[in-house]
T-cell receptor
């Protein structure tokens, strides 16, 4: 069983819509959860970090964490073509431990 | 966010030469840095974990004599691809871990695209 699982997509949404990206993780002791955005040919860029159950909002982005169900999601409101990228979910079990990355979900926002 | 600098951004070299890639955390100290490799349209593959002042921990299947890692200071880790061959051509990305109280977050360098002729 993989540590982190994501639907590879591709996910297509029209401009202005809400894009919903999901991620599940296997180890209940996981403590820290991250969403990275990676444009083609570029390195990952941190979008959100979340550590406790519930929602965390930052601009058009909302991360949602549900530790009981072991999933973390990312919502992108008012999607823009510039949001088209691969979104990586990452999980960490605490300082000193490895980060585990999902394989990424490819998002295309259609103008 | 924190800044991680990776240099060079692009390298083209002849087969058999060695290539050194530097990864620097510019505004924080990083006891742990990571080296990844990524092929086109594929996911990140962790190669090794670089620990300041100690030997790197390599993932299964990664040749430690081929990919030499040195983490001599809290802000610098280097990856040397020794005797590079065309199959080593890839996108290499480093990252540095920033630890509490600033969260437990991994920040990435911009990556190095290596082409071995």
């Amino acid at each position: 069983q993989k540590e982190v699982e994501q639907n590879s997509g591709p996910l297509s949404v029209p401009e202005g819509a809400i894009a919903s990206l999901n991620c599940t993780y296997s180890d209940r002791v996981s403590q820290s959860f991250f969403w990275y955005r990676q444009y083609s040919g570029k390195s990952p860029e941190l979008i959100m970090s979340i550590y406790s159950n519930g929602d965390k909002e930052d601009g058009r982005f909302t991360a949602q964490l549900n530790k009981a169900s072991q999933y973390v999601s990312l919502l992108i409101r008012d999607s823009q073509p510039s949001d088209s990228a691969t979104y990586l979910c990452a999980v960490n079990k605490g300082p000193g431990n490895q980060f585990y990355f999902g394989t990424g979900t490819s998002l295309t926002v259609i103008p | 966010g924190a800044v991680v600098s990776q240099h060079p951004s692009r390298v083209i070299c002849k087969s058999g030469t060695s290539v050194k890639i530097e990864c620097r955390s510019l505004d924080f100290q990083a006891t742990t840095m990571f080296w990844y490799r990524q092929f086109p349209k594929k996911s990140l593959m962790l190669m090794a974990t670089s620990n300041e002042g100690s030997k790197a921990t390599y993932e299964q299947g990664v040749e430690k004599d081929k990919f030499l890692i040195n983490h001599a200071s809290l802000t610098l880790s280097t990856l040397t691809v020794t005797s590079a061959h065309p199959e080593d051509s890839s996108f290499y990305i480093c990252s540095a871990r920033r630890t509490p109280p600033f969260g437990n977050i991994q920040y990435f360098g911009a990556g190095t695209r290596l082409s071995v002729l």
